[in-house]
């Protein structure tokens, strides 16, 4: 059963929780909740607030990039590999 649990995270958490530009979600707002269509759509997920909050902390969001960068297939998911070396850069700034 963790397994499948794993294998989700890893196949959706960039769709999920990556906004773009080396930013990493803390909080999800779903657009479609009605939409389970595979491959997840990124559209259908946002950030949403004044200012968005993404997480930059050292624990629980240096735990989400470790998983994004070493077990998530950026390629896939239609960003190019140099996008995980940004979400570090985001990280360090």
């Known amino acids: 059963m963790w397994e499948e649990w794993w294998t989700g995270m890893v ?3 960039i769709p999920v929780f ?7 979600r ?10 389970k269509t595979y491959p997840l759509d ?3 997920y946002v950030t949403e607030g004044d200012p968005p909050c993404y997480l930059d902390d050292p624990y ?7 998983l994004m960068d070493l ?9 190019p590999e140099d996008e995980r070396e940004l979400m570090w850069y ?3 700034r």
Do not use: F, K, Q
């Open 18 to 24: 990556y906004a773009g530009n080396g930013a990493v």
């Open 42 to 44: 990124p559209s259908n």
């Open 71 to 79: 077990y998530c297939n950026w390629t896939a998911h239609g960003y």
């Open 90 to 92: 985001v990280r360090s």
């Open 26 to 35: 803390c909080v999800t707002d779903i657009i479609d909740m009605y939409n």
């Open 11 to 13: 196949r959706d958490s």
């Open 60 to 66: 629980e969001g240096e735990l989400m990039v470790v």
